[in-house]
């Protein structure tokens, strides 16, 4: 589906044709990908672009996610700004070349439409695929909406390039809920994306600069692995100051604002409830109602997963009396889901820390809804008014 | 085709001092096939002997571009590089006219086994590259284990020649006939103790747009069990006795492109090398026949596509 914007606002379009409309307007040299639901469409649709001349990048229709991540690795490797886009499975069989695409420090931008993994197979949204890959290397961005879908795409080229940096960004949204729903958004029109994204300038000699050989993925003994991987890291805590900056910049020409998280309705509140994606919209009207109920509930979404923002989510939730983090994905630990026990990690820094408790919620699409926020909040309610924790990780929205 | 002379006087892109084995065929046949062209050329390498023997940091035996990201994936690799290349010509970011050609290394294991997806993705795709196979018959950097390519009969680690099992009970995969199967524009098979053989079609393949694949053969003395000044003679002998007949297939013509005057029994190859020790017991006499019945057969079904269409 082609896209013609006359008005910026108010255009209808679902996280994937946003997402593919960002990419379209990106331009980037290379692209390669596999279809998997929910993230096919946008596939589908860039590959249109393609096809009608919008865009006059080089489609490799890879036979394997395997493959489309090693394209990618080999575009990237020879100077070229490369895109892709995946769900669950196709990331998951990807997860070598992940590390490999930070290892080599390739600025690669990838869409994750969030899916569950198998088994039992299930093509809805969860954050198992993601937050699996939390350890690979790459910047994780989450977003809520279709607007911040779109947006961010555009900010990842920057983050990914930026000199400081060099790591490749995974921009996050949920399958079905963000990817296949119609939303209003604002587009930013071709020529600031353009300028905002800037002409690419590879740091690293690339592979086609072949007056100056290059050694990509050479072995590392234990004489310099660690120096390589001391560098990755030191990349990912710049990562954070540049995700800021970039975020700011971005406002400039969009007027929407950017940072670490998102605190919604934070500055009295006792307790607080911490969530990513669009499920923190939801969130968001429980809040309101606890609010209206006389409670001083809020908010923390984080955007950025990785690099983590301890010190920034610590001090924002350090004064709150009770506070619950939610999990779309477990992490197997019996003991809470990867944001809860990162959360819960972060806020050791602290001398004074809120009672806190880890959720799992909505694993393969299991509808989360008002009623089952306001549930959470009532129960952190609970735990303020009692100092007790009952049951520091459990389920909810789960038939038991 | 180049004389000797020439092919020496070019400068050489895969240095010496590399880490492989003595008496591994690999390094004459890379050496070889980044001679066979005035081009630059970019090479990506699959994991393996040749990958981790040539860049252990901070040295590199490359003295051209090279990359190497994982085992499974050189031709997906080569693909993407390659597919950059168009994109930033197109784009006017490389000069127009440069010509650059793409080579992809891998072993029979990072090509028959777990990379032949990849490569069945490029070939289908075509990409303008050439996948070279060295051809060793093993994974022989993790330490002899089978693989698909493999010869019947033979030890390694993982098929040993034990009380009861004598080494490797298949036939080995025929990799170029799936590659031919393609229809790629040039295909073909070939050892490094032909060199000009090699040469000429290292030449034919990089001229040609399109993919292109060559499988050579490459002793390994440390796990086919020979001697290190051997491992030439040993790949003349896999020719001679038509285990691994020398032919290609151009724009869908096969040519068979040595007929040994004087066909060798494949005993003489085999007795050679130590990894078919086991199957020279009189016991084992039927393994022999075996390996001979399918030699004659395979030699007798090319000579019989010589100079057709496949
Ligand atoms: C996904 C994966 N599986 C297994 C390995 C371990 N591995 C590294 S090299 C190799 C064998 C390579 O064999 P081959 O392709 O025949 O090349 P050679 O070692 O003979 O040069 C294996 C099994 C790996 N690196 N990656």
Redesign the pocket.
């Known amino acids: 589906m082609a896209v013609e914007t006359k008005h910026k606002c108010n255009v209808g379009l679902t996280g994937n044709s946003a997402v593919a409309y960002a990419m379209k307007q990106i331009n980037p040299d290379v692209v390669a990908a596999y279809p998997i639901t929910p993230s096919t469409t946008v596939m589908e649709e860039f590959s249109s672009y393609v096809a009608d001349g919008a865009v006059d990048t080089e489609l490799v229709t890879v036979e394997s996610e395997h493959s489309a991540m090693s394209a990618c690795i080999g575009a990237a490797a020879a100077g070229a700004r490369v895109m892709t886009a995946t769900s669950s499975q196709g990331l998951a069989l990807m997860w ?1 070349m992940l590390y490999i695409a930070a290892g080599m420090r390739l600025p690669i931008v990838m869409a994750c439409v969030n899916r569950a993994l198998s088994a039992p197979l299930n093509i809805h949204c969860d954050h198992s695929d993601s937050m699996g890959a939390r350890d690979s290397g790459w910047i994780q961005l989450y977003s809520e909406t279709v607007q911040e879908a779109y947006d961010n795409i555009i900010q990842a080229v920057r983050i990914a390039e930026h000199e400081d940096v060099l790591l490749p960004v995974m921009v996050c949204l949920d399958g079905f809920i963000t990817s296949h729903s119609i939303e209003n958004l604002c587009l930013i029109d071709n020529d600031k994306v353009k300028g905002f994204v800037g002409e690419y300038k590879p740091n690293q000699p690339s592979l086609l600069d072949v007056e100056h050989p290059a050694t990509y993925g050479a072995v590392a003994l234990p004489d310099s692995y660690i120096e390589a991987r001391r560098q990755q890291s030191e990349a990912m805590k710049l990562a954070k100051d540049v995700i800021t900056d970039v975020g700011k910049a971005f406002e400039k020409v969009s007027g929407r604002s950017y940072g670490l998280m998102e605190k919604y309705r934070m500055d009295d509140a006792e307790v607080a409830m911490v969530i990513l994606s669009s499920a923190a919209g939801t969130s968001k009207v429980a809040v309101d109602e606890m609010r209206k109920r006389g409670a001083k509930a809020g908010l923390i979404k984080p955007r950025v997963f990785r690099p983590f923002p301890y010190l920034e989510i610590g001090e924002a939730l350090k004064n709150i009396k009770a506070v619950a983090v939610l999990d779309r994905a477990d992490s197997y630990s019996s003991f809470g889901g990867p944001l809860f026990t990162e959360i819960r990690s972060g806020l050791y820094e602290f001398d004074k820390r809120p009672k806190i408790i880890g959720r799992v919620f909505g694993l393969g699409g299991r509808d989360y809804g008002v009623h089952d926020a306001l549930a959470v909040f009532e129960e952190l309610l609970r735990i303020k008014d009692t100092g007790k924790v009952d049951k520091l990780f459990d389920y909810i929205t789960v038939r038991e | 085709m180049a004389t000797l002379k020439e092919l020496t006087g070019k400068k050489e892109l895969f240095s010496g001092g590399h880490r492989l084995c003595s008496g591994c065929g ?1 390094p004459p046949i890379v050496r070889l096939i980044l001679r066979s062209t005035d081009c630059p050329v970019v090479v990506t390498t ?5 990958e ?1 023997g040539t860049s252990i940091y901070p040295y590199t035996s490359w003295r051209t571009p090279w990359i190497h990201s ?3 994936n050189a031709a997906a690799t080569i693909s993407g590089v390659e597919t950059a290349y168009r994109a930033l010509k197109k784009r006017n970011k490389l000069p127009v006219n440069k010509d650059i050609k793409f080579v992809a290394f ?6 028959y ?3 032949l997806q990849a490569l069945s993705g490029a070939l289908e795709r075509g990409h303008s590259f050439l996948y070279v196979c ?1 051809d ?1 018959g ?5 330490g002899i ?1 089978r ?1 698909s ?1 493999t010869p019947f009969g033979a030890n390694t680690t993982t098929s040993p020649a034990g009380d009861v099992i004598q080494g490797k009970q298949e036939f080995r995969k025929d990799l170029t006939k799936i590659v031919i199967a393609h229809n790629v524009p040039y295909a073909a098979q070939a050892s490094p103790h032909h060199w000009k053989d090699l040469n000429n079609k290292a030449q034919k393949a990089l001229s040609t747009n399109g993919p292109t694949f060559l499988n050579v053969i490459s002793p ?1 003395p440390l ?1 086919w069990y020979t001697k290190p000044e051997e491992s030439i003679e040993s790949a003349k002998l896999a020719v001679d006795t038509c285990f691994w007949p020398l032919y290609e297939v151009e724009n869908g013509i096969l040519k068979v492109n040595y007929k040994p005057k004087e066909k060798k029994p494949v005993i003489e190859w085999i007795k050679i090398q130590g990894r078919f020790k086991h199957i020279l017991k009189p016991e084992n006499k039927w393994m022999i026949e075996k390996f001979q019945d399918r030699v004659d057969n395979e030699w007798e079904r090319l000579l019989s596509l010589d100079g057709k269409q496949v």
């Not at chain 2, 699959?46 to 040749?50: R, V």
């Not at chain 2, 891998?106 to 090509?111: N, R, W």
């Open positions: 070598e | 690999i699959a994991t393996g002997c040749l981790v994982a085992f499974e891998g072993g029979d294991g990072g090509t086994d777990i990379g060295y060793n093993a994974y022989m950097n993790t284990q693989s390519s390994c796990g």
